[in-house]
T-cell receptor
Framework: NAGVTQTPKFRILKIGQSMTLQCTQDMNHNYMYWYRQDPGMGLKLIYYSVGAGITDKGEVPNGYNVSRSTTEDFPLRLELAAPSQTSVYFC?????????????FGPGTRLTVL | DAKTTQPNSMESNEEEPVHLPCNHSTISGTDYIHWYRQLPSQGPEYVIHGLTSNVNNRMASLAIAEDRKSSTLILHRATLRDAAVYYCILRASSDRGSTLGRLYFGRGTQLTVWP
């Protein structure tokens, strides 16, 4: 199993450009998450999804959009990129939301906005 | 957010045991204690979790205080590959509306392992 995969690994954007970060999982997990990690900090939740067609905002959703048309895919869309969105983005998935459940993370996408 | 407190950094020599502490004095009775670690330039990976009793797995052991206000992650023999940031995270076992499923990451403890 590949687990959680993310593309691209690296990307440089100019201010005002848009892009989509791709995330795919092959574990048939209903729950998927997008986090961002700024240098020297922990991860912050951007958006999450509890199943196909259902998404909700996390702590830092401004400037981002998501969609969930299939169980496997959970793309993150950046509209009008800003320097404040320079960060490393991690996608994660889990079987459930229960306290004993674990999240599986992808390798991350390092984004720089200039 | 259920908060945890960890030292910013710790050091160990290779093949020695490492005890990583975490304080969580505001833990609720149904919160699980999770540990994740993040190797350089990688995504976080699950290490271990527990509720009340001490837990062991192939990676580590988790010792939970009787009052559950603190816990300790134990790496029995540190290797160079264990150098990472270790996060202690509380996870609600029931739906609390907007906190559904999320993990709250602090800054964690940077573990340095010397050869």
């Amino acid at each position: 199993n590949a687990g959680v995969t993310q593309t691209p690994k690296f990307r440089i954007l100019k201010i005002g450009q848009s892009m989509t970060l791709q995330c795919t999982q092959d574990m048939n997990h209903n729950y998927m998450y997008w986090y961002r990690q700024d240098p020297g900090m922990g991860l912050k939740l951007i958006y999450y999804s509890v199943g196909a067609g259902i998404t909700d905002k996390g702590e830092v959703p401004n400037g981002y959009n998501v969609s969930r048309s299939t169980t496997e895919d959970f793309p993150l869309r950046l509209e009008l990129a800003a320097p404040s969105q320079t960060s490393v983005y991690f996608c994660a998935s889990s079987y459930s939301w229960g306290g004993a459940d674990t999240q599986y993370f992808g390798p991350g996408t390092r984004l720089t906005v200039l | 957010d259920a908060k945890t407190t960890q030292p910013n950094s710790m050091e160990s020599n290779e093949e020695e045991p490492v005890h990583l502490p975490c304080n969580h004095s505001t833990i609720s009775g149904t919160d699980y204690i999770h540990w994740y670690r993040q190797l350089p330039s990688q995504g976080p990976e699950y290490v271990i979790h527990g509720l009340t009793s001490n837990v062991n797995n192939r990676m580590a052991s988790l010792a939970i205080a009787e009052d559950r206000k603190s816990s300790t992650l134990i790496l029995h023999r540190a290797t160079l590959r264990d150098a990472a940031v270790y996060y202690c995270i509380l996870r609600a076992s029931s739906d609390r509306g907007s906190t559904l499923g999320r993990l709250y990451f602090g800054r964690g403890t940077q573990l340095t392992v010397w050869p």
